[in-house]
């Protein structure tokens, strides 16, 4: 994600999303500003956890990631990368361990700074269909029909079972959260049923990337 409530909607922000469904499912604290970004604290089954959302734009995200990591002393293996993927079908969800960067410079830029092996999790927001159109793309609202129809339900997958991933459980999580996707909507509130929206162990960080909107892949090349 982007900082500034001008982005907080955009497709690029559904790492931010994810990150603060994270943190209030499992009852992080207030997010406070620290390392170029704003960092919440937790615990997952035990093991001491950081949510980190870099608010230097997503070209530079590296920094914040690495300094997070620096002080903490995380290896990147240790660090869970939640992200926006245009590859992906909207909804749909991949984790993967090391690897190239796509032409994502949100992951760009942390593997500049600390190597490429760090866990990812893409979050996939669908393609325009047209290159020239992905920047205004990604840099926009998702849709009322799909907040409601598969964004929300996704992050509260996301945020329930996260704990399967920090326990290494990569496949159970991305089944659970699909599993999830799949069942059938449960009813609005008013039609019968409410609807719910929402240690000493080594520290494990859970980055969101940001990135600067940019002309490539991901976004224009400088916020105006």
Do not use: C
Not at 47 to 73: C, E, H, Q, W
Not at 167 to 179: L, P, Q
Request: proline fraction near 8%; aromatic fraction near 8%.
């Amino acid at each position: 994600g982007n900082p500034g409530t001008q982005y907080a909607r955009n497709r690029h922000n559904v790492g931010f999303m994810a990150a603060d469904a994270v943190a209030r499912a499992h009852l992080f604290s207030p997010f406070r500003k620290k390392f170029a970004g704003e960092i919440a604290e937790g615990a997952f089954a035990g093991v001491r956890a950081f949510i980190l959302k870099p608010m230097t734009f997503m070209n530079d995200s590296g920094a914040a990631v690495a300094a997070a990591a620096r002080f903490f002393k995380v290896p990147a293996e240790d660090i869970v990368v939640v992200h926006d993927e245009i590859d992906l079908a909207p909804g749909r969800l991949r984790v993967k361990l090391g690897g190239g960067t796509a032409g994502h410079n949100g992951l760009a830029s942390i593997a500049d700074h600390l190597g490429a092996d760090f866990m990812r999790v893409r979050i996939g927001v669908g393609h325009p269909g047209d290159p020239d159109r992905v920047a205004d793309y990604v840099l926009s609202d998702f849709a009322k029909a799909e907040r409601e129809g598969w964004v929300e339900k996704l992050l509260a997958a996301i945020a329930a079972e996260f704990p399967r991933l920090i326990a290494g459980d990569e496949s159970g999580f991305m089944s659970r959260v699909a599993a999830a996707l799949s069942s059938p909507k449960p009813p609005r509130p008013g039609r019968g049923e409410s609807s719910d929206a929402r240690g000493d162990s080594p520290a494990r960080p859970v980055m969101a990337p940001e990135k600067t909107p940019d002309k490539s892949k991901n976004g224009p090349a400088k916020d105006s």
